[in-house]
């Protein structure tokens, strides 16, 4: 049996890692903002997989929160074997049309925290040579649209990294990309979505699996669709120009309105 922490963990992606792992067997450590939502998620997963939940209500834009998480991962009487740093949200606008203080709240959650909590996890797991981390990106991570992509693109970078420099130590980790899922995120955050076409959006679940399959495979970058592959692909491949001037008008088509 292990033992698997997830943020953001009560809806979305978060929410679609928690039912695959439990129906797996592994026990939960479920994080996220919303207290009362934990605890409703925990008595479903135990009651439904048998499994144990424990709940942690934090907020990973303060350091309070981030802080919390980072004491769970490293207890040793507990161990956590897989970290999944999910936890995210995008902002309405433009830059200058988004306030300083959200922008720097994004930063928060998207680096520091999966920076801070990384390193939290991967120090007790190299300790006992088995672990591994998946921290959740986006395929905006190829492309420059504001501080959203940069973030991500971080993320991308930071976790690749980090998968060189412990390669050999018994410590997994994989960054996580996909396009458009059906979940909470547009909504939270204002964004309408009418003028997505359907081929671009994602199932949750199965993302979910293409991505656990990913890890087993070794892979340390994961874009599980092959749609989204064929995207990604494509902008590799095409001049930085190209890809931005694509990127700004793709964003004014299928962006937030």
């Known amino acids: 049996m292990t033992t698997v922490l997830i943020t953001g963990a009560t809806a979305g992606i978060g929410a679609?890692?928690?039912?695959?792992?439990?129906?797996?067997?592994?026990?939960?450590?479920?994080?996220?903002?919303?207290?009362?939502?934990l605890g409703e998620q925990a008595t479903e997963l135990?009651?439904?997989?048998?499994?144990?939940?424990?709940?942690?209500?934090?907020?990973?834009?303060e350091d309070k929160g981030i802080e919390a998480v980072e004491a769970r991962l490293r207890d040793p009487a507990r161990p956590v074997h897989?970290?999944?740093?999910?936890?995210?949200?995008?902002?309405?606008?433009?830059?200058?049309?988004?306030?300083?203080?959200?922008?720097?709240?994004?930063?928060?959650?998207?680096?520091?925290?999966?920076?801070?909590?990384?390193?939290?996890?991967?120090?007790?797991?190299?300790?006992?040579?088995?672990?591994?981390?998946?921290?959740?990106?986006?395929?905006?991570?190829?492309?420059?649209?504001?501080?959203?992509?940069?973030?991500?693109?971080?993320?991308?970078?930071?976790?690749?990294?980090?998968?060189?420099?412990?390669?050999?130590?018994?410590?997994?980790?994989?960054?996580?990309?996909p396009g458009f899922v059906r979940t909470e995120f547009h909504e939270r955050a204002g964004m309408g979505t009418d003028n997505v076409p359907g081929w671009l959006w994602l199932?949750?679940?199965?993302?979910?699996?293409?991505a656990l399959r990913d890890l087993g495979h070794g892979k340390t970058l994961s874009v599980p669709d092959p749609r989204y592959k064929a995207i990604t692909g494509l902008m590799k491949l095409a001049p930085h120009r190209v890809v931005s001037r694509a990127s700004s008008t793709t964003g004014r088509k299928y962006g937030p309105k």
């Not at 679609?16 to 939502?37: I, K, P, S, T, Y």
């Not at 199932?203 to 293409?210: E, F, N, R, S, T």
Request: with cysteine; charged share 25%; proline share 1%.
């Open 16 to 37: 679609a890692f928690a039912r695959r792992l439990a129906g797996e067997g592994h026990d939960l450590v479920l994080v996220a903002r919303n207290e009362q939502r």
């Open 46 to 61: 135990h009651d439904r997989h048998g499994v144990e939940v424990e709940v942690l209500a934090a907020d990973l834009s």
């Open 82 to 177: 897989l970290l999944v740093n999910n936890a995210g949200f995008g902002n309405k606008g433009r830059f200058l049309e988004v306030s300083m203080a959200d922008e720097l709240k994004m930063l928060k959650v998207h680096c520091e925290a999966v920076l801070r909590l990384t390193a939290a996890a991967t120090e007790a797991m190299r300790e006992r040579r088995r672990g591994a981390v998946i921290n959740v990106a986006s395929v905006a991570a190829f492309v420059p649209r504001g501080t959203y992509g940069a973030s991500k693109a971080w993320v991308v970078q930071f976790t690749q990294g980090v998968a060189r420099d412990l390669a050999g130590s018994g410590v997994r980790l994989m960054v996580l990309c």
């Open 203 to 210: 199932d949750a679940d199965k993302l979910v699996g293409a």
